[in-house]
Antibody
Framework: QVQVVQSGSEVRKPGASVKVSCKAS????????INWVRQATGQGLQWMAW????????GFAQKFQGRITITMNTSISTAYMELSSLRSDDTAVYYC?????????????WGRGTLVTVSS | DIVMTQSPDSLAVSLGERATINCKSS????????????LAWYQKKPGQPPRLLIS???TRESGVPDRFSGSGSGTDFTLTISSLRAEDVAVYYC??????????FGQGTKLEIK
């Protein structure tokens, strides 16, 4: 079954970091870029970052530059997104999403999301 | 960054009636070299991840009912649900993938039953 499975909910205090995982199965992990998109409560979808599991190339929305780190473990088909210096407005559901095809940045396969709550 | 603006923000339509959602981009999403519009539509239900409905402005994904259709070109796009069903209640988002990152979404349109 083609899917991406994310890690479970997290609670962090302001200033801390969180690391969310995204494990792919049912397809060749290195053939499709993984993207990270978040949705704060009552808000819309916000694209955050991408990583190419084959090359390791990555890119980030300017809003998250300096706070976001994307890593991978290709041996277990898993991508990770770490967000640091958390603030209350980082409380959101974080999704990983597969890019549909090389060069075409729409997203055909989504994880179920990871709720990250930032609260003191 | 390309700004995507949807209208209306919310919409109430009777079952069996047509629902129309608009999406406008701050610059053209049409690549002249291939005549493709780099615009996708997603459906988002509470507690579920977004579901890709349409890519290239008008190409329906496999398994998406044919009551969903996309149209438009350049900067103005439309998602139409020809005959609303109860299971179509959701928030709908457009997304541009024309430019280098960020790949921006519209603010969403909430579709409800009248």
């Amino acid at each position: 079954q083609v899917q991406v499975v994310q890690s479970g909910s997290e609670v962090r205090k302001p200033g801390a970091s969180v690391k969310v995982s995204c494990k792919a199965s049912g397809y060749t992990f290195t053939s499709y870029a993984i993207n990270w998109v978040r949705q704060a409560t009552g808000q819309g979808l916000q694209w955050m970052a991408w990583v190419n599991p084959y090359s390791g190339d990555a890119g980030f929305a300017q809003k998250f530059q300096g706070r976001i780190t994307i890593t991978m473990n290709t041996s277990i088909s898993t991508a990770y997104m770490e967000l640091s210096s958390l603030r209350s407005d980082d409380t959101a559901v974080y999704y990983c999403a597969r890019r549909a095809a090389a060069g075409y940045w729409y997203f055909d396969l989504w994880g179920r999301g990871t709720l990250v709550t930032v609260s003191s | 960054d390309i700004v995507m603006t949807q209208s209306p923000d919310s919409l109430a339509v009777s079952l069996g009636e047509r629902a129309t959602i608009n999406c406008k981009s701050s610059q053209s999403l049409l690549y002249s070299f291939n005549n493709n519009n780099y615009l996708a539509w997603y459906q988002k239900k509470p507690g579920q991840p977004p579901r890709l409905l349409i890519s290239w402005a008008s190409t329906r994904e496999s398994g998406v009912p044919d009551r969903f259709s996309g149209s438009g070109s350049g900067t103005d796009f439309t998602l139409t649900i020809s005959s609303l069903r109860a299971e179509d209640v959701a928030v709908y988002y457009c997304q541009q993938y024309y430019s280098t990152p960020p790949y921006t979404f519209g603010q969403g349109t909430k579709l409800e039953i009248k």
